[in-house]
């Protein structure tokens, strides 16, 4: 079973806009993880963020996490027409090192 | 190498028929892993080799899938008895031992069995 849920499934906004996707999971983490897939291909990391951490910002993206409702979210801010794209949330399993459980992902696309 | 190499990056193949797939990860990267993904899906966790350790096999579907990783570099998934619902888009990746470190992934497989 998927650790990771994203939310929406779907995400549509012009150009400039702020497009926020949100993730929920089940168990304990170590860290929370974003990636992003283009042309369903191989994916690339954007951001980790721990597990006593909650805020994070790198660019465009900033990822906020919540322990305590086990839920993360990512905003691009002023989203370009190259944000096009799938975006995956990704956790591990707390105590000790683990393989990642990847969510749906939520398909974003911004329009000129 | 620069990034993660996977080949082919496309494999079409008759039911039935056995097929390998080639990951070559960064050098240096201790940890490989093996997903799959379905179209518009998200990705499958199949199989998992760190270091010298036991790999973690609990994800993959069926045994005609093995993998092996040689020398602690390069891997190979095969696939034996191809089935239609074999076909996926298969990822490989790779990351430095530790838990704070991000994959980075290969472009993939894609496999059609047809």
């Known amino acids: 079973s998927q650790q990771g849920e994203e939310d929406p499934q779907a995400l549509s906004i012009q150009e400039g806009e702020n497009a926020t996707m949100n993730c929920s999971y089940k168990?304990?983490?170590?860290?929370l993880q974003w990636y992003r897939q283009n042309s369903g291909r191989g994916l690339v990391h954007l951001i980790l963020i721990r597990s006593n951490e909650r805020e994070k910002h790198s660019g465009r993206l900033r990822v906020t996490l919540d322990t305590s409702k086990k839920s993360s979210s990512l905003l691009i801010t002023a989203s370009r027409a190259a944000d096009t794209a799938s975006y995956f949330c990704a956790t591990d399993g707390i105590g000790g090192y683990n393989k990642l459980i990847f969510g749906a992902g939520t398909r974003l696309a911004v329009h000129p | 190498g620069a990034g993660v190499s996977q080949s082919p990056s496309n494999k079409v193949t008759e039911k039935g028929k056995d097929v390998e797939l080639r990951c070559d990860p960064i050098s240096g990267h201790t940890a490989l892993y093996w997903y799959r993904q379905s179209l518009g899906q998200g990705l499958e966790f199949l199989i998992y080799?760190?270091?010298?350790?036991?790999?973690?096999k609990s994800g993959l579907p069926s045994d005609r899938f093995s993998a092996e990783r040689t020398g602690g570099s390069v891997s190979t998934l095969t696939i034996q008895r191809t089935q239609q619902e074999d076909s996926a888009v298969y990822l490989c990746?790779?990351?430095?031992?530790?838990?704070?470190?991000?994959?980075?992934f290969g472009s993939g497989t894609r496999l059609t069995v047809v």
């Open positions: 990746a790779s990351s430095p031992a530790g838990e704070d470190y991000g994959y980075t």
């Open positions: 080799f760190q270091g010298n350790s036991a790999p973690d």
């Open positions: 168990t304990s983490i170590n860290n």
